[in-house]
């Protein structure tokens, strides 16, 4: 009978530390995200500046990049831009700790998105992003899982232009 109650009582308590473990997660990686970037706002302005000159460039990444898809929806790779410019933005994607960088659009306004891990990372936009069925706008991640969107993504306002987004379930990153 003590084992029995011992057992329950393990499980109700495994049962809060993951509840307490997942809401400390969310919360740890929204200060990770608003300390990396105060820490790097100067590169991030400088990359967004950068892909505002690059226009026909729409995915950089560590190892390849892509011109934006022509009429057809190919997209040709490695093609377009100077290998001093390129590893211009590897340079400043180390020294952010960025993954990759997107070049879009959205709703006729630009948007540049950062991949900072999988899963979070930074987006610029010209425009103040709204509300959608599957783009969500609060004051915190926990706001954000508190609404129990089980898709999406969630976006916090840094500072104007500049959030920080994380992906809810199986979606592609921002684009």
């Given at each position: 009978m003590g084992n029995v109650k011992f057992i329950k009582?393990?499980?109700v308590t495994s049962c809060i530390l993951l509840i307490l473990i997942s809401s400390c997660t969310s919360g740890d990686s929204e200060k990770e995200l608003r300390k990396?970037?105060?820490?790097?706002?100067?590169?991030?302005?400088k990359l967004e500046a950068m892909q505002r000159k690059d226009l026909r460039i729409a995915v950089i990444r560590k190892n390849y990049y892509e011109q934006v898809s022509d009429?057809?929806?190919?997209?040709?790779t490695n093609v377009?831009?100077?290998a001093e410019r390129w590893n211009e933005y590897i340079a400043?994607?180390?020294?952010?700790?960025?993954?990759?960088?997107?070049?879009?659009?959205y709703n006729s306004a630009r948007q540049v998105t950062f991949l900072t891990k999988e899963g979070y990372g930074f987006t610029y936009s010209e425009a103040?992003?709204?509300?959608?069925?599957?783009?969500?706008?609060?004051n915190s991640f926990n706001e954000c899982n508190a609404a129990k969107?089980?898709?999406?993504i969630c976006y916090v306002l840094?500072?104007?232009?500049?959030?920080m987004y994380r992906l809810n379930g199986n979606l592609a990153t921002p684009m």
């Open positions: 009582l393990w499980q990396q970037f105060a820490e790097n706002i100067d590169t991030l302005i009429k057809n929806g190919h997209r040709k377009g831009m100077t400043l994607f180390n020294q952010a700790s960025i993954e990759y960088g997107l070049n879009s659009s103040p992003l709204t509300q959608t069925e599957n783009t969500y706008i609060y969107h089980k898709y999406g840094l500072q104007k232009n500049w959030y």
